[in-house]
Antibody, heavy 119, light 111 residues
Framework: QVQLVQSGAEVKKPGASVKVSCKAS????????MHWVRQAPGQGLEWMGI????????TYAQKFQGRVTMTRDTSTSTVFMELSSLRSEDTAVYYC????????????WGQGTMVTVSS | QSALTQPASVSGSPGQSITISCTGT?????????VSWYQQHPGKAPKVMIY???NRPSGVSSRFSGSKSGNTASLTISGLQAEDEADYYC???????????FGTGTKVTVL
């Protein structure tokens, strides 16, 4: 079945970097764009950016420009999101989400990866 | 880009209908017919309930419907059931550069 499986929870110190993976299965990986969305504890959803899984081009939300890098590995159908210079406000659940190929919206979501930033 | 505005909470009794609003601007909600709605139960990933203002994905109950007027989109849940108790988020496509913005979220309580 179509699914996105993300890497496990991470605990990082302020100033460090974190890299979260999202492995796709059950569909043609390069036929769909992938997004990253985060959710701080008790807060709403926040769009972070998009990666074209075919060509590799990326667009990041202005808030994360300079700190986030999204990449993909087509050989393993995996996308990655790396966030650097972590601060406590980056503590959140990070989701990968597939963009529908027929509509503007996210049809498949990963299970989420909790990233905790604490000294 | 500011988040779209949703009421913090909406409640209703089983069997009733409720409506959640999602207010943006002419640059997002009002400018595109690309509003989607997501349901999120505690500790779970969001699930799409409505695409492109009013289209329901296969497998989503017909009790969920969407509409839009000007800069405000709405999600209506009819025949409210206990399982509908969750957080709901709207989202709008904005542009190829900014892509998407989410709403502030609404907690639906079934009394």
């Amino acid at each position: 079945q179509v699914q996105l499986v993300q890497s496990g929870a991470e605990v990082k110190k302020p100033g460090a970097s974190v890299k979260v993976s999202c492995k796709a299965s059950g569909y043609t990986f390069t036929s769909y764009y992938m997004h990253w969305v985060r959710q701080a504890p008790g807060q709403g959803l926040e769009w972070m950016g998009i990666i074209n899984t075919s060509g590799g081009s990326r667009t990041y939300a202005q808030k994360f420009q300079g700190r986030v890098t999204m990449t993909r590995d087509t050989s393993t159908s995996t996308v990655f999101m790396e966030l650097s210079s972590l601060r406590s406000e980056d503590t959140a659940v990070y989701y990968c989400a597939r963009e529908s190929d027929t509509s503007y919206g996210f049809d498949i979501w990963g299970q989420g990866t909790m990233v905790t930033v604490s000294s | 880009q500011s988040a779209l505005t949703q009421p913090a909470s909406v409640s209703g009794s089983p069997g009733q209908s409720i409506t959640i609003s999602c207010t943006g601007t002419s640059s997002d909600v009002g400018g595109y017919n690309y509003v989607s709605w997501y349901q999120q139960h505690p500790g779970k990933a969001p699930k799409v309930m409505i695409y492109d203002v009013s289209n329901r994905p296969s497998g989503v109950s017909s009790r969920f419907s969407g509409s839009k007027s000007g800069n405000t989109a709405s999600l209506t849940i009819s025949g409210l059931q206990a399982e509908d108790e969750a957080d709901y988020y709207c989202s709008s496509y904005i542009s190829s550069s900014t892509n998407y913005v989410f709403g502030t979220g609404t907690k639906v309580t079934v009394l």
